[in-house]
């Protein structure tokens, strides 16, 4: 089974600031994606952002990018000029063929 | 509708009473995951369906747990014989397709709101 790896649990960063989270995965799959989810309060998961194994370009969504390292099996997400409604739980994600695994996640917290 | 939608929102239940919980996917979704969120915890795998076939139930904690989805929409999961455990978050996602595509982008993976059980 794939499994998921954060080994943030909490991360605080000051407005406008850059913050990186990490995430590692374990797979023997060749083919699957990666997702970043952003989970507030209300525990609505919102996608943040998507990366395609077979593809080598690094994703990026607006102020959200990630450093995908394929050999290394590893999948960060920075956010850049971080704002206060950034601030919310993120979940690394990994599907490949029918199966959808997530991390335990880190607590982002944007300080004004 | 629109988007995944899961009933009831909130379920108060005493302990040892069954409960079903309700998840209506988006319209031609093949694809349907259930999971498990504990306070403070990332979402623990449940089951997933492909259309009307469970194809993996492995994520499911003990044979009080049943998911079902009939018709290859709509899903039912239900918790027998509730206990103080079992409350948590529970949340329900549909895919267009499954497994994982090959040469496009797609495939998003759409989350229902939850469904919060409290066990007392």
């Known amino acids: 089974a794939q499994t998921v790896t954060q080994s943030q649990p909490e991360m605080s960063v000051q407005e406008a600031e850059t913050v990186t989270l990490s995430c590692t995965y374990d797979t023997s799959e060749s083919n699957y994606y990666l997702f970043w989810y952003k989970q507030p309060p209300s525990r609505q998961m919102i996608l943040v952002i998507r990366?395609?194994?077979?593809?080598?370009q690094n994703a990026t969504e607006n102020r959200f990018s990630v450093n995908f390292q394929k050999a290394a099996k590893s999948f960060s997400l920075k956010i850049s000029d971080s704002q206060l409604g950034d601030t919310a739980m993120y979940f690394c994600?990994?599907?490949?063929?029918?199966?959808?695994?997530f991390g335990a996640g880190t607590r982002l917290t944007v300080k004004p | 509708g629109a988007g995944v939608s899961q009933s009831p929102r909130y379920k108060v239940a005493k302990r040892g009473q069954d409960v079903a919980l309700r998840c209506d996917p988006i319209?031609?979704?093949?694809?349907l995951f259930w999971y498990q969120q504990a306070l403070g915890q990332g979402p623990e795998f449940l089951t997933y369906f492909q259309n009307e076939a469970q194809l993996d139930k492995s994520g499911l904690p003990s044979d009080r747990f049943f998911a079902e989805r009939p018709e290859g929409s709509v899903s039912t999961l239900k918790i027998q014989r509730t206990q103080q455990e079992d409350s948590a978050v529970y949340l329900c996602?549909?895919?267009?397709?499954?497994?994982?595509?090959?040469?496009?982008?797609?495939?998003?993976?759409?989350f229902g709101e939850g469904s919060w059980l409290t066990v007392v």
């Open positions: 990366q395609e194994a077979y593809k080598q």
């Open positions: 996602a549909s895919s267009l397709t499954s497994g994982v595509p090959q040469g496009r982008s797609g495939n998003t993976i759409y």
């Open positions: 994600a990994f599907i490949g063929n029918n199966d959808m695994r």
């Open positions: 319209s031609g979704h093949v694809s």
